[in-house]
């Protein structure tokens, strides 16, 4: 969908996953899901930084100038940490929490325009990657998967900045802007 001055475009910026982090990622999912947890497509698997909510045609543009404006981002790195169920008061997604102990990923947030609802956002940053979501009303903590096999090192080759697409089948992101990442 191209965005137009009267329909406002729900996105967000994040990393994209490297292929062989996808796989590895893969390799850590349980064969037996708990009822009520769908996974997440893996084409749909990425590390949100901001997410912007409904912007207007003009909103997003500008958004846009200001990610081309952005200096040059160092590649950037984070080591998988243990499962997680956000959000913890009552869970909507199953996620790989990102160990960010080097302030790698805070420090590319920060360096990135807040827009939308990103410019409002009073809670912590929790670096993850969400690989399932609860069907509603039927999240409950997935409590036996298995830890996280090793300290696994991801390299994040893009940082995007993805449009949120419903469909029937459920959401889809597009791209609407990408820089290449040193990996």
Known sequence: MTPTPDTPVR????????????????????????????????????????????LSAAALQALMARLDD?????????????WLDLPRHRPSVRALAMDDSHDQLSALRQA??????????????????????????????AANWPDVEDAHVFHFPQLVLFQSLSHERGVRYQPLWSRALPV
């Not at 796989?23 to 590390?47: F, I, K, S, T, Y």
């Not at 952005?70 to 243990?82: F, G, Y």
């Not at 325009?113 to 912590?124: F, S, T």
Request: hydrophobic share 40%; with cysteine.
């Open 11 to 54: 996105c967000f910026t994040a990393l994209a996953l490297h292929a062989d982090d996808r796989r590895w990622l893969q390799r850590q999912l349980p064969p037996d899901w708990p009822a009520g947890l769908r996974m997440v497509p893996v084409e749909n698997w990425h590390l949100t930084l901001h997410f912007h909510g409904s």
């Open 112 to 141: 990135l325009p807040a827009v939308g609802q990103a410019a409002g956002q009073k809670h912590p940053f929790l670096p993850h990657v969400s690989v399932g979501r609860y069907r509603r009303g039927r999240g409950q903590a």
């Open 70 to 82: 952005l200096a040059p981002v160092p590649a950037v790195t984070a080591t998988a940490s243990h």
